[in-house]
T-cell receptor, first 114, second 115 residues
Framework: AQSVTQLGSHVSVSEGALVLLRCNYS??????LFWYVQYPNQGLQLLLK??????LVKGINGFEAEFKKSETSFHLTKPSAHMSDAAEYFC????????????FGKGITLSVRP | KAGVTQTPRYLIKTRGQQVTLSCSPI?????VSWYQQTPGQGLQFLFE???????NKGNFPGRFSGRQFSNSRSEMNVSTLELGDSALYLC??????????????FGPGTRLTVT
């Protein structure tokens, strides 16, 4: 079965520091990969997606992620953290085929220290 | 373009009751998916509807059901509520001509508390 693993449940960085949130997937077929962000008491907002075009994907709010097939990874990065980046981040995978089911990782809470 | 809307935003029910949640997708979107979010289990897929037909279903008991109307609005129903059904229920819509590669847009969720 396909799955997504997000290492660690909480990451804390200083404002201005690099943000690195890890995501590894397990899939027997080429996946589509997504990163979503969730702020308190809100739904999920799409940050970026990989759908088999460019392996380096740029998203909103300065985030980007690189698809590495050899490492089965899709880590999310941002060069300089901002206080407003504090939220929960979810990596998700879907597959080729007609349906749109997303399988999510457990999520990582990002804290940003002033 | 208006986003995905969900009503109600908050709901308190008693064990054994049933509940209906509503989701209005983005205009023009034909696919609606439902997810349950809990601290213990995270985000779990409930089901997906496309053009009024259930296209995919997650591993939830039959107490969880849904439907989609001709205007793409969707409802999900949970019968015989249990304490463990307390969760944030998220609805997502996509235009979905492209299956799994389609972007899904999420609503703010309905927070269900079962007492």
């Amino acid at each position: 079965a396909q799955s997504v693993t997000q290492l660690g449940s909480h990451v804390s960085v200083s404002e201005g520091a690099l943000v690195l949130l890890r995501c590894n997937y397990s899939s027997s077929v080429p996946p589509y990969l997504f990163w979503y962000v969730q702020y308190p008491n809100q739904g999920l907002q799409l940050l970026l997606k990989y759908t088999s075009a460019a392996t380096l994907v740029k998203g909103i709010n300065g985030f980007e992620a690189e698809f590495k097939k050899s490492e089965t990874s899709f880590h999310l990065t941002k060069p300089s953290a901002h206080m407003s980046d504090a939220a929960e981040y979810f990596c998700a995978v879907s597959y080729t085929g007609a349906n749109s089911k997303l399988t999510f990782g457990k999520g990582i809470t990002l804290s940003v220290r002033p | 373009k208006a986003g995905v809307t969900q009503t109600p935003r908050y709901l308190i029910k008693t064990r054994g009751q049933q509940v209906t949640l509503s989701c209005s997708p983005i205009s023009g979107h034909r696919s609606v998916s439902w997810y349950q979010q809990t601290p213990g289990q995270g985000l779990q897929f409930l089901f997906e509807y496309f053009s009024e037909t259930q296209r995919n279903k997650g591993n939830f008991p039959g107490r969880f059901s849904g439907r989609q109307f001709s205007n793409s609005r969707s409802e999900m129903n949970v019968s015989t509520l249990e304490l463990g059904d307390s969760a944030l229920y998220l609805c997502a819509s996509s235009s979905n001509g492209q299956g799994g590669r389609s972007e899904q847009y999420f609503g703010p969720g309905t927070r269900l508390t079962v007492t």
